[in-house]
């Protein structure tokens, strides 16, 4: 890495060293996922995401949420002693924590249950809070330190997390004449954009032996797909290569869902036209926030059979791209979505910036009621 990379790193990276910055913090993110998740009841509701694909894309977002629980009790005493820890974040097109963060929790994971197991118990921890307050007249910070480790141990224990990757799993949907149909979906955190990134492919299977029980290939496409989930790969780099390598599966369609970035007055460095509406939108706290999701799809458009040396000849599908964008893009199509509170969408509306306008908004309204827009 050369020195000019390290010197952007420090620049886009930010340590949250305070208390309360850090709780804000958390309590944004805490609202911003369950407004994630009617989106995606949304999508279903226009009949962008089947059910079994929008409970599948719930899952995952629910996920999100709870690592985001579980981190907020990594940090909670942040700021309050030399030895808590800090959360790093991504500030300049990200808005998340850097992914060092989640492969960290997947480490700590690992060992949740031998470090609960040498840690007193919640009760016991309260109990000793109590008695120094009283008898000590002291604030108990050493003890509330630990009480926040033992809630983020307990979270990673049960499990649930969103972590740096999340191995394919395949939902059998049904067959399409002798192949049988799967959605199969995995998710990552792609260390290049620090964002969750949650993959969904509709997968045609002519083999022999079903593919979630197929000890030979199911390895195999497992260890495929997630030597591919880069966010710098194309669409149909991913499909043509998943497409070649494996004869008898046939990725009928691909989908990558980029949750984020969240831009933030207060967390995130912005540019370009959503800066201007942040910044003059002047939300009270809660309320000064955009989340961008960005949907990219590939579709099949036909097959054909291809000769595969002098006596056999394989399927190979032909992706529909995008009429505009084409090669460029990598896709059939790509729409992208914000979400934001009302006072940065009467902002947006009144400015109506270029750059913006093509984005479906989702506005978020009193008692958190989530209201599309044409």
Known sequence: MTNEVKDQL????????????????????????????????????????????????GNHLR????????????????????????????????????????????????????????????????????RQIVGDLTIPTALQFALSQRYYYEALAAGGMFWARNDPDAQWIGNVGERRHYLVHWAVWDSQVNLPVVYLMDLEDSGKKPLPTDEYRWPQVQQALMAQSVGGLKLLTIATGFDKDFPDLHPRRLRRVILGPMYSASFTLQSGPIA???????????????????????????????????????????????????????????????????????????????????????????????????
């Open 10 to 57: 420090v620049q886009d990276h930010a340590e949250l060293y305070d208390t309360l910055v850090a709780r804000r913090y958390f309590a944004k993110f805490d609202r911003i996922t369950g407004h994630m998740g009617r989106v995606a009841a949304e999508l279903e509701t226009e009949g962008r995401l089947s059910r079994t694909e929008a409970r599948v894309l």
């Open 63 to 130: 996920a999100v949420a709870a690592t985001f629980r579980a981190l907020s009790n990594k940090y909670l005493m942040t700021g309050r002693g030399e030895t808590a820890p800090r959360l790093t974040i991504d500030r300049h097109e990200s808005g998340f924590p850097v992914a060092q963060e989640l492969m960290t929790m997947a480490v700590d994971a690992q060992q949740a249950a031998r470090h609960l197991a040498g840690m007193p118990s919640e009760t016991e921890l309260k109990d000793r809070m109590v």
């Open 276 to 374: 201007a509406v942040l910044e003059n939108a002047k939300a009270p706290e809660g309320q000064d926030w955009a989340l961008v999701w960005t949907l990219e799809e590939l579709v099949s458009d036909r097959e054909e059979e291809v000769k595969d040396g002098w006596f056999s000849t394989w399927l190979r599908q032909v992706y529909k791209l995008d009429p505009v964008a084409g090669a460029e893009l990598g896709a059939t199509r790509q729409d992208r979505m914000i979400i934001l509170p009302e006072r940065p969408y009467q902002v947006l509306v009144e400015q109506d910036p270029k750059g913006l306008r093509g984005l479906r908004k989702f506005v978020v309204g009193a008692g958190g009621r989530l209201i599309p827009t044409l």
